[in-house]
């Protein structure tokens, strides 16, 4: 009798037996796992909160990142907004008037030295030009010349006019000796003394010499319209002459410069022996005690600075006497002329200055910065309550003034805006970190 082996070990039957044992095996179903230990689960969450980091943290399109200690920001407001321009103005004297050279010559003699007060007319320098003196004393003879020929001319009318009156006179005492004696011989033919023969001849000489007085009264007539007419022109040719005469010798005159005016002389840089042409500036005569301001402006005021505005400085008001309107390196120049001239000013002295454009009056403002330094339209960048994101808003300024520049439209009061230069962002927004 063979005994069973006890390994457990189990044996199958040939055929279809099923092996020893096989009713004691069965399957074990696992347990489910749980919702919150699927993995698949947590994948899912996993992708989704990285594409909300992604989303929260990646910059979106068209936005720019910029740290936070590059910009500036400032607050939009309503306050009072006062209407004026600070400039700053150059003391320089309100008249000036140029010393020209009116002959050509060679400095020969300096009378007074740049930066002397001088009188008006005061002699400055004199020239040496030979070639001048001989054509003034060539010029002044030929003049004299013709003035004694005028002379000799006048002298002549003169001694026909004597020799006129002279012939009257003559021939008015002729014919009183003839009318006597006419008289005498008329008695004697009363008397029967002489015969009519006698008388005749005396009444023919007391005729002609009447009718020669009337001759020669009527030509001296004639004669004077005719010498009064040569007279005038004589004269006026003398008084020419004699002007001429008076310029020629004015051309030696001008070889010494005088003071066209009287103040302080300056630029009057001349050296001995310097050659000086007719129409040379040779310095400038500024008026002492009477001072204007010379200030460049912003061209963006052109339209805005108008004579007659009021400003001030140190106490002291000033009004806009000319502005010109050539605008060079984008700045155009404005002249301002004290209402009371202060003293101890000096020329070349700089001023700061306020010019009044307008009554101050409340309006909605904003910080002014670099944010203005746009070309194309304003704009501004404005942050979000958080203050992580700005974006770009179309902005209407109006006035402005070194301080804040007037909103028109486009920012409201409360507004917190970034007040830096940002126009060459291309995007709409920018991220603050």
Do not use: C
């Not at 910029?66 to 939009?76: M, N, P, S, Y």
């Not at 004297?93 to 300096?110: A, C, F, I, K, N």
């Not at 600075?305 to 060079?328: C, N």
Request: hydrophobic share 45%; proline share 4%; glycine share 10%.
């Amino acid at each position: 009798m063979m005994t069973e082996p006890t390994d457990g070990a189990s044996r199958v039957e040939t055929g279809q037996g099923t092996a020893p044992g096989a009713a004691m095996d069965r399957r074990v179903e696992r347990p489910r796992a749980r919702w919150w230990r699927r993995r698949p689960l947590w994948i899912a969450v996993a992708v989704m909160l990285a594409a909300v980091a992604l989303w929260r943290f990646l910059p979106a399109a068209g936005s720019t990142d910029i740290d936070a200690d590059r910009i500036e920001t400032g607050e939009v407001t309503r306050a009072a907004f006062d209407d004026y321009l600070p400039v700053r103005g150059v003391v320089a004297p309100r008249l000036t008037t140029l010393v020209g050279v009116l002959s050509g010559g060679q400095v020969e003699t300096l009378l007074v030295q740049d930066g002397a007060m001088i009188a008006a007319g005061q002699p400055l320098a004199t020239l040496a030009n030979p070639e001048l003196r001989l054509e003034v004393l060539t010029r002044e003879a030929a003049i004299a010349s013709q003035l004694g020929a005028v002379a000799g001319e006048g002298l002549g009318i003169e001694r026909s006019r004597l020799d006129r009156s002279a012939q009257v006179v003559q021939a008015e005492y002729d014919l009183i000796k003839a009318r006597r004696d006419l008289a005498i011989r008329q008695q004697l033919f009363d008397k029967g003394i002489v015969s009519e023969a006698g008388v005749a001849g005396y009444r023919a000489e007391a005729d002609y010499q009447a009718r020669r007085l009337a001759q020669l009264r009527a030509g001296s007539s004639t004669e004077a319209r005719i010498t009064a007419t040569q007279g005038a022109r004589l004269a006026d040719t003398q008084a020419r002459l004699a002007g001429n005469l008076a310029a020629v010798r004015g051309g030696l005159s001008a070889l010494t410069i005088r003071a066209p005016a009287a103040g302080r002389l300056t630029n009057f840089t001349l050296q001995p022996g310097q050659t000086l042409k007719p129409g040379d500036p040779a310095g400038q005569v500024d008026s002492e005690g009477s001072w204007k301001l010379e200030a460049d402006v912003d061209e963006f005021y052109l339209g805005r600075v108008a004579v007659g505005q009021k400003a001030r400085a140190d106490g002291a008001t000033l009004t806009v006497s000319k502005v010109l309107p050539a605008v060079k390196d984008g700045r155009f120049r404005v002249e301002l002329t004290f209402d009371q001239t202060p003293a101890n000013l000096n020329r070349g002295q700089t001023i700061d200055i306020r010019i009044t454009l307008g009554a101050a009056s409340k309006a909605v403002v904003a910080p002014v910065g670099g944010w203005l330094a746009v070309e194309n339209g304003a704009f501004a960048f404005v942050l979000d309550t958080d203050g992580a994101h700005a974006t770009r808003r179309a902005v209407n300024i109006g006035r402005r003034n070194p301080e804040v520049v007037e909103i028109l439209s486009g920012l409201n009061p409360g507004d917190r805006i970034v007040t830096s230069n940002l126009s060459t962002l291309k995007g709409d927004t920018i991220n603050i970190h």
